[in-house]
């Protein structure tokens, strides 16, 4: 079946501008995870959804960032007057409920702000 | 907090031979998950090997086992008869529960013919 997908694959904004990643995870899955992988790291966790409820938003690193997923499938993470320091890999997982223990991943977003 | 640490950036190895990635971390929390993932140039991350920490059995997966410390909070990967597609970077997780996934650093495993 599908994995996850994420949209768009490559994205370069420019310094101040507003973005908007897409997450679309396996069908049935109620857990979604967005993470931060900036060049040569691992990734970093930002926030978690268990179906449209946002359970963890502890990793958000300013309120510049903002995620949702009000259906319960696809998420969006928007990042509002991108700076340099946003440029990153931005990663979606999903898994089947909470107590899964496989996250399966989306192949990223790379963000370059300019 | 939660700290994982990798302390190899970067390891070589033959062909067919075999190879250990170190990983260590930190936690105060008695029940909880490990991983290893492998991250190809390609980025898609993949799950190679998982144990939980109420195990005392080692988790194996074919080529890939590994060797789970639980006092001395130490979780490392062997992988054996290594093969060219095994070139990738791989990167030890911790989870506690439903949480979100603690990475390290990274290993950069090369493969030499």
């Known amino acids: 079946g599908a994995g996850v997908s994420q949209s768009p694959r490559y994205k370069v904004a420019k310094r101040g501008q507003d973005v908007a990643l897409r997450c679309d995870p396996i069908?049935?899955?109620?857990?979604l995870f967005w993470y931060q992988q900036a060049l040569g790291q691992g990734p970093e966790f930002l926030t978690y959804?268990?179906?449209?409820?946002?359970?963890?938003k502890s990793g958000l690193p300013s309120d510049r960032f903002f995620a949702e997923r009000p259906e319960g499938s696809v998420s969006t993470l928007k990042i509002q007057r991108t700076q340099q320091e946003d440029s990153a890999v931005y990663l979606c997982?999903?898994?089947?409920?909470?107590?899964?223990?496989?996250?399966?991943f989306g192949p990223g977003t790379r963000l370059t702000v300019t | 907090a939660q700290t994982v640490t990798q302390s190899q950036p970067e390891m070589s190895v033959q062909e067919a031979e075999t190879v250990t990635l170190s990983c260590t971390y930190d936690?105060?929390?008695?029940?909880?998950?490990l991983f290893w993932y492998k991250q190809p140039p390609s980025r898609q991350m993949i799950l190679v090997i998982r144990?939980?920490?109420?195990?005392?059995q080692n988790a194996t997966e074919n080529r890939f086992s590994v060797n789970f410390q639980k006092a001395a909070k130490s979780f490392s990967l062997k992988i054996s008869d290594s093969q060219l597609g095994d070139a990738a970077m791989y990167f030890c997780?911790?989870?506690?529960?439903?949480?979100?996934?603690?990475f390290g650093k990274g290993t950069h495993l090369i493969i030499q013919p």
């Open positions: 997982a999903s898994s089947l409920d909470r107590t899964s223990n496989e996250q399966y």
């Open positions: 069908s049935g899955h109620v857990s």
């Open positions: 959804f268990q179906n449209e409820a946002q359970l963890d």
């Open positions: 936690t105060s929390e008695s029940d909880y998950y």
């Open positions: 144990q939980e920490a109420y195990k005392q």
């Open positions: 997780a911790y989870r506690p529960g439903a949480d979100g996934l603690t």
